[in-house]
Nanobody, 117 residues
Framework: QVQLMESGGGLVQPGGSLRLSCAAS????????MGWYRQAPGKERELVAR?????????AYADSVRGRFTISRDSAKNTVDLQMNSLKPEDTAVYYC?????????WGQGTQVTVSS
């Protein structure tokens, strides 16, 4: 059973930075893609950023975060990180790690990110 564990969420002021990390219980080479999604209260879960797990990265970013957020992978540590800069109050949400393996999709438990002064 694949497990994904997120860490790094918290409270930050507008304009600040946070780095989220997702640790997989198996090699990330087992997956096709890995990514970060978020869900704010009363809203649907949305894609934030996605990366291929191996080979050419083929980055994908939501328009709302492009230029501020950066997704990266580390195959030695089996992690996928999300560096979030210039955070805005509208970035407040629960952030979820996702991994896709063939037809299966796995999710972490989520980590809360709150951007507020």
């Amino acid at each position: 059973q694949v497990q994904l564990m997120e860490s790094g969420g918290g409270l930050v002021q507008p304009g600040g930075s946070l780095r989220l990390s997702c640790a997989a219980s198996s090699s990330i080479f087992n997956f096709n893609t890995m990514g970060w999604y978020r869900q704010a209260p009363g809203k649907e879960r949305e894609l934030v950023a996605r990366i291929r797990a191996f080979g050419s990265a083929n980055y994908a970013y939501a328009d709302s975060v492009r230029g501020r957020f950066t997704i990266s992978r580390d195959s030695a540590k089996n992690t996928v990180d999300l560096q979030m800069n210039s955070l805005k109050p509208e970035d407040t949400a629960v952030y979820y790690c996702n991994a896709v393996q063939q037809a299966a999709s796995y999710w972490g438990q989520g980590t809360q990110v709150t951007v507020s002064s």
